[in-house]
C-alpha cells in the first residue's frame, strides 16, 4: 500500500521539478558548490560586496527552491524576484555571462541528476546567465 504522499501527489509527472529532483537539500548543495567557485574567482567575487558570501548564497538557493516548484519563502521575504534590476549595479559582460556558467556546470555536475532533469536545470541556466548581460565585452 503506497504512503499518504504517493497517493496525494499521485503519478511522478505530477511532481514538481524541485520534488522530483529531491527538494530543498539538492538546491542547497547546488548553490553551495556554485559559490565555492565564485568565491575563487577574480571576475565574480568583486560583484558580491558583502563579506561573507552567506546570504547571497541564500538569496540564490531561496530563488531556485521557488523557481522550481517549492516554497515561495523568496518571494515572502524579498517581493518580486527583479532579476535584472537586481544585477543593473554590476557589469555583467561576456567574461562575467562565461566564468558564472563555469561555476554553475560544475556544480550542476555534481549532483548526479538524471540526464532530463539535469538538461531541464541547465536550459534554464544558460537562459537566466544570458538575461543577465547588461554591458559590451
Given at each position: 500500500m503506497g504512503s499518504v504522499n504517493e497517493i496525494r501527489r499521485g503519478t511522478l509527472q505530477e511532481q514538481t521539478f524541485y520534488e522530483q529532483v529531491g527538494g530543498a537539500d539538492t538546491f542547497r548543495r547546488l548553490v553551495h558548490r556554485f559559490y565555492e567557485g565564485v568565491a575563487e574567482d577574480p571576475?565574480?567575487?568583486?560583484?558580491?560586496?558583502?563579506?561573507?558570501?552567506?546570504?547571497?548564497?541564500?538569496?540564490?538557493?531561496?530563488?531556485?527552491?521557488?523557481?522550481?516548484?517549492?516554497?515561495?519563502?523568496?518571494?515572502?521575504?524579498?517581493?518580486?524576484?527583479r532579476l535584472r534590476m537586481?544585477?543593473?549595479p554590476f557589469t555583467v559582460n561576456r567574461e562575467a555571462h562565461d566564468a558564472w556558467l563555469r561555476h554553475m556546470r560544475d556544480?550542476?555536475?555534481?549532483?548526479?541528476?538524471?540526464?532530463?532533469?539535469?538538461?531541464?536545470?541547465?536550459?534554464y541556466m544558460t537562459y537566466a546567465a544570458a538575461s543577465m548581460v547588461n554591458a559590451p565585452d
Open positions: 571576475v565574480l567575487r568583486p560583484m558580491y560586496p558583502e563579506e561573507d558570501l552567506g546570504p547571497a548564497e541564500e538569496r540564490l538557493t531561496l530563488f531556485l527552491i521557488q523557481y522550481w516548484g517549492g516554497p515561495t519563502t523568496y518571494s515572502d521575504n524579498r517581493g518580486h524576484p537586481r544585477h543593473a556544480a550542476v555536475d555534481e549532483l548526479g541528476l538524471s540526464e532530463e532533469h539535469e538538461q531541464q536545470l541547465w536550459k
